[in-house]
């Protein structure tokens, strides 16, 4: 294998041979195929695609650069759920410990904010004292205790994926649609799962806000899941809105927490009780998803999920007392209204300006390095098709100085447009269903 | 400037701000902008090519990274000649000597062997002794003396544009038309010229084969002159087939000295007189260029500038002798002919095979630490059109080894084809003549 003769190949278009995928990336992973060479192959892959026997076998060597769990012991099936991230999405949290109340494992490998989105780790640690860097062995305790267990990628898992998408970042190959599918497949296919659930974003606050893109996203990552022998089945969902009322980490658990009592907004629900009963079906625990997720629905009104919820926390080192009490959660010195100017109907609630805003109020990481304010973010938001009145409150600004609220309440009058003439058409909540059947 | 941003609107094709690409470079040299980054930003100019004004950008801030000599105090116009790259192409020795002695400085810069292609460098140090690693005040000294000098890239000229070709010499994105342009004129505009001479090479011979990829590089290289006041003439010139009847280091030198005694093959007096031809025409010596050619042809058969390339030997620490007796060239110990299998006409003698076969026996480099074997190479080649009997001499072979001669036989029983039917069509020798006017 040349490596410059691989570039060229992919630069013009032409399908590899496997092979040569797999000593490319050997050779990068051992020192003889060097960053920028990788970088220029990034590039050309960005241009002309993959083919799936070339995608292949990239998920292949990033999924065997590390370690793969073997959860074959446990006496159930193992079933995660991923997002393709958008913003207000804090649906794993109240659905982890809904689909272990089923009698399903959820060894839930998760991620950070990343760009205007957020994340479930940094979700996660607003509540104080909790970890999510548990080592594998403990995070083994947890799952086998709970059915389930809430951490980030661990070092072992897929180390290539992690310098290939270090390289992507810097280099504008972020939005490849192989690449994505081959960093989310690799790292899920080491977590040792009987079945996989897509929650593939499609809209303006998605990463792919193209409904083709979304579609061959998804399609990719089912086909990559079958040829493992992995079932996975996707759902898009709708990010032309944030989903739900709150946005923002601390403000977020809040509201995961009102949905595991129950409570909470409706778009929240619906789309947690929907995976749920794909990830019902696909475990055995319902006859099929719409069964299922009419069973996730009767649980979660039960409190139990709840109270799995609040073993967690307290097994992952948080502070139990916060299911109870969300009013120990982190609180922003600053909190604002933002109201209706005028009567009217919101047209449109835009997610990217929103997520970007909270990012920049200190509720996510414009670089890495950056520590996380848990407590800032924008809550009570309105949803689009809300017919209001002048002064009616449209989403609450929670920020650590008077001119971070400020800006975020101009950014917020951008984002959330009252309708003057035809309603725009919100994307249905739950789109279509993509399997390998 | 965000380097991402920069990497990403390359991708996208959109034009990008000089400004951006500017301190994108800039960032290079400084060490905040990566390889990799540069890497991928290279193969995104590789699918989208470059605006004039993204290129002058470019140039301007390789020429700008080194020294830019000064010679105006030089009493004649300065004009140097530069060739893409061919197979037998050993224009460069007769022609500097020969426009020197028309009163025109020629303080040449040349370039080493390349693929399948020579270097003037590696010809020049056939001869026993010769430098051409001169540090710049003694390249002044002979360039003063002799009106000309011939000498390597030193490493004070555009050092960008030497990190950016070991960029793309290894990330597959040499084959670009304005990167490859932006190579070539930063070192050139770097030479102090009043005047530059292009030899576009054209033909499966040529790095760039094609016909109209030949004309868009002149152009491109005629512009970027133009842009910063360098009067630039470009030919193009046949590489279907080799020029003259000699390829390889010392024989190559050999047939120069022919050249300069008034003797060697016509096609490489014809493109050797066409190119001074260009040179004195641009340096005020001549008309115009088919005069020019003329007078050069006169000062050729003069004999006067075999002496000045005798001097220029002896001054650059070469055995002078050399020239009056080419015997004293290198020599290989293996001599082996080529024969005729039959009656025919030469229908093809393909370059770039001899080329590599050349390289092959130890007369270029396959990696940059390669020694040169000055003595290998083929010479007598026959040359297309030509009718022959069988047991007529094709070619002679001069190898180190018995079994490398072996080897060059095969190559040339696949590189000279006899013909049977249909002629095949040679490209004319000096076709288009692209110039600013």
Chains 1, 2 share one sequence.
Do not use: W
Request: aromatic fraction near 2%; hydrophobic fraction near 45%; glycine fraction near 12%.
């Amino acid at each position: 294998m040349n490596p410059v003769r691989v570039i060229e190949a992919k630069r013009d278009g032409r399908e590899l041979d496997p092979e040569d995928i797999r000593a490319f990336l050997l050779g990068f992973l051992e020192g003889t195929v060097e960053e920028p060479q990788v970088a220029a192959f990034l590039m050309a892959v960005y241009y002309h695609g993959m083919t799936p026997a070339e995608l292949g076998a990239l998920v292949e060597v990033m999924l065997h650069s590390g370690a793969v769990l073997e959860l074959d012991h446990l006496p159930a099936a193992r079933i995660d759920k991923h997002s393709t991230g958008g913003v207000g999405d804090k649906v794993s949290l109240p659905l982890a410990p809904l689909v272990a109340e089923a009698g399903i494992y959820v060894p839930m490998m998760s991620g950070r904010g990343l760009g205007h989105t957020g994340g479930t780790l940094d979700k996660l640690e607003a509540i104080p004292g909790f970890r999510t860097d548990l080592a594998l062995p403990r995070f083994m305790e947890v799952l086998e205790a709970e059915r389930m267990a809430m951490i980030g990628q661990t070092a072992e898992i897929a180390p290539l994926d992690r310098r290939l998408y270090a390289l992507r970042s810097v280099t504008g190959t972020v939005p490849s649609i192989p690449l994505i599918a081959a960093s989310i497949m690799s790292k899920k296919l080491a977590e040792g799962l009987t079945g996989l659930v897509l929650d593939v974003k499609t809209g303006s606050g998605a990463f792919l806000a193209d409904l083709d893109a979304s579609r061959e996203l998804a399609r990719t990552m089912v086909a990559l899941g079958r040829e493992r022998g992995l079932p996975v089945v996707a759902r898009l969902t709708a990010m032309d809105r944030p989903l739900g009322q709150a946005v923002g980490n601390a403000l977020e658990v809040a509201e995961s927490l009102a949905c595991l009592r129950g409570e909470g907004p409706d778009d929240l629900r619906t789309v947690v009780l929907a995976l749920a009963g794909e990830m019902l079906a696909m475990g055995g625990a319902a006859p099929d998803a719409d069964v299922g997720a009419e069973q996730a629905g009767a649980l979660l009104d039960s409190g139990l999920p709840l109270e799995r919820f609040r073993r967690m926390v307290e097994a992952q080192g948080g502070d139990a007392a916060v299911v109870d009490d969300p009013g120990r959660l982190p609180k922003a010195p600053v909190v604002r209204e933002f109201l209706a100017p005028r009567r009217g109907r919101v047209a449109a609630v835009l997610p990217r300006p929103i997520g970007v805003g909270v990012v920049e109020m200190g509720g996510g990481r414009v670089r890495l390095a950056d520590t996380i304010d848990p407590s800032v973010g924008v809550d009570a938001l309105v949803a689009p098709g809300t017919p209001v009145d002048a002064g009616d409150l449209l989403a609450r600004v929670h920020a650590r100085t008077e001119s971070d609220a400020r800006r975020m309440l101009a950014v917020l009058e951008a984002a959330v447009l009252l309708d003057d003439g035809d309603p725009q058409r919100p994307l249905p909540l739950l789109g279509e269903r993509i399997s390998a059947g």
